[in-house]
């Protein structure tokens, strides 16, 4: 993999002598995104691309070359490798779709390549692939532009889309590997990859079709251990594994059989698409989870009801609190209020101001015995006139000294992007934007410090 | 309900003299607002208030008052409503909490103002509530500041968070009314209200309990014919419906009763905290959907994948598309390319472009009698420089002429956020978060079509 993600040398075969908007000129995007290893374009009709000298043909190079990345009509492509071989190139992408995602031809076509790849000791990656992204050395062979972050999450997936969605799907991506058809190069070498990168510290994965499935799962379970990883599988339904078969060409496979395998694994797994955004940042940020008993502090009662509805979803429960912390609330709330857990603040609130309430409140939660994790519903203000509701500084500031308990947060009000974006500064309490989405944040936990538990036995 | 949301004189009772932040001075917030009536500031202490004259006591202003706002300790709430009774005043809003939603004290000074309410053919909104917001007259009793917007849609909650949260929970209200504990007026006559607003055209719910339900659901299921209700219920769980019972005082039922019976009814009920908001954008902006057979068009294979799943999983499937619909795309597509539905256009956009391709396929879509709705996944590229990747103008442009489809997307790449704005602009093709949330939409709107079949019936 390392001549894949760090290569010194790149040869590009099939590049334009267009460039500019519109031309998905995959060389420019390299050198755009900062690619300081040397460049060799191949194209048989031009002397230079973007100020680089250019070569005819690969074997005209005679210099070392660690990767060649392949932008060809399928029929060409077999033939290119094969000159690869030749070239003496440790590791090949094919960008181009039309093989074993297609018809019978190009099923054909990727047997072809595979059998190059073997008799030559060389590597494909795809075909039907962005490649790979590294932002830890401003590397990609995407012809799509990406954002980029140093973040230690390492992507595998089975479409770009991952890569230019990255935001959407999983919060940034440090470095990526999109495995397209997966010819060659698969899940299994990928993840043996991200487990040895000290750079990463949790993996997300996208499957359309896992063939080898049981060596996969024997080098998962042992990664998981040291780092957290995150499966969504696509093709769940009998007509979404169809559609799977000619997209990557992949056999998506009985969706209750993968769900339970990879799940006893100590895979985190995932059904919809809006959730790995939530669960990597959630494992980024949040310690598992040592039991499901859950306080609930709010200042709305409602809101409080409906994370309680939300926490029995997903098998969490509401802690008895102990007198410590009831009496702590009890003794700044009215005669009448009725206490317990969700530790309603509001009526306390108006008597003696938010802040005060809050920080005391969560600080007894944290030390109460009888609690494993923190629900935090509170309010995001206009700034700066009702700054006096703004509580992210002060739960930040308690929560700066070393707990072990987890504490997921919502917000309501006005001002909602601010407020979470100070409490991320913190970078101890996570926000989501639902109720739902905090509560299944504290579950998935649950489900971490099980795994790291019956391993320990 | 007239006086409570177009009141031509109000009375505040329990006002304080202290305004600015943190002084949640209710009357402040009013005039900020820019409330056109009449106010009447009642303290025994003060001469004026905020510059408006004074009285010390209700029975004193000697003119006619549509509406009391009394936030008082509960101990005095009582002789309140009675002095309020004899100034002849019609309607009061008992803002604070300590009744039904607290001890046994409480739940007797609750039957008290019911008492006094009865007697003097006054009516009561609450206790425990924010009270209502008016935002086409520009009224509201909150005494924390809401955002407002002439939005069609009517709220009924039984807490402020609905209020304060509106944009988090609903995507904004144009009115709402919090019937907190509901002691007098409840869910009936405010959404007899709203089903006479001609201002309202969809009806949001919040329930913890709903006592009456049988006139409720008579009512409710004329009123749904015209205008959409959704309802949230929470109090879901055990536990959840405990913490109800504290919080307004509502008896929360069993949950599944409630789901089956109002379903029935022809509402549309949400499970989940984040669910309101997309459901209310859905409805103001989609009709209804005919028939359950969903074209998915898609720049991304394993986005078409994902989509696929998500539909199945909410009883919605592929149509079988038009040989014409089928034939327009292959003319584009390379030879090899496996056609069918999700129709996916990449392989044909790297040849043809984006823009008319997806323009050429959305249009032949919309005209296949072979499909009810469409699901568009594309790309919100950097603006300018991948404009030719945008096509939120072009898909406008074309449902600009009338179609009766439901037509909803998801969007991945850099720049949602912009891209999902020049789609809102165009109000006819809905984006959504997530790929799940859109096929979910659909589904909300094949529901609403099978009510009102069922009614025409």
Known sequence: MRYFMEPESTAIIGISRRSGPGSYNLMENMLHYGYQGRIFPINPQANEILGVKAYTNIRKVGLKIDLAIISLPRELVVKSVQECAEAGVKAVIVVGQGFADADVRGKILQHELIAIAKENGLRILGPNTLGVVNN????????????????????????????????????????????????????????????????????????????????FLSLAGPIAREKPI????????????????????????????????????????????????DAVKTLLRQPPMKGNRIAVITVTGAGGIMATDALERYGLELASLSEKTISALADLSPEWMPLGNPLDLWPAVMKHGLRDIYTAILREVLADHNVDGALCISIAPKLPDFDFLDVSEQLNKIMDKKTEKPVVGWLYGPNVKEISEKFDKGNRITIYQTIEKAAWSLALLRERQQFLEKEDK
């Open 136 to 215: 830890f050395n401003n590397f990609t062979t995407s012809f799509m532009p990406l954002t980029r972050e140093k973040s230690p999450v390492g992507l595998i997936c089975q479409s770009g889309v991952f890569f230019v969605g990255a935001a959407v799907f999983s919060g940034q991506i440090g470095k990526g590997i999109d495995i397209g058809n997966a010819c060659d190069i698969g899940f299994y070498e990928a993840l043996k990859y991200f487990g040895d990168d000290p750079d990463i510290k949790i993996i997300a994965i996208h499957v359309e079709g896992l063939e080898h499935a049981r060596p």
């Open 230 to 277: 995150v499966v969504f599988k696509t093709g769940q339904s009998e007509a979404g594994a169809k559609a799977a078969a000619s997209h990557s060409g992949a056999m998506a496979g009985d969706y209750q059989i993968y769900r339970t395998a990879l799940k006893q694994a100590g895979l985190l797994f995932l059904d919809e698409d809006g959730q790995m955004g």
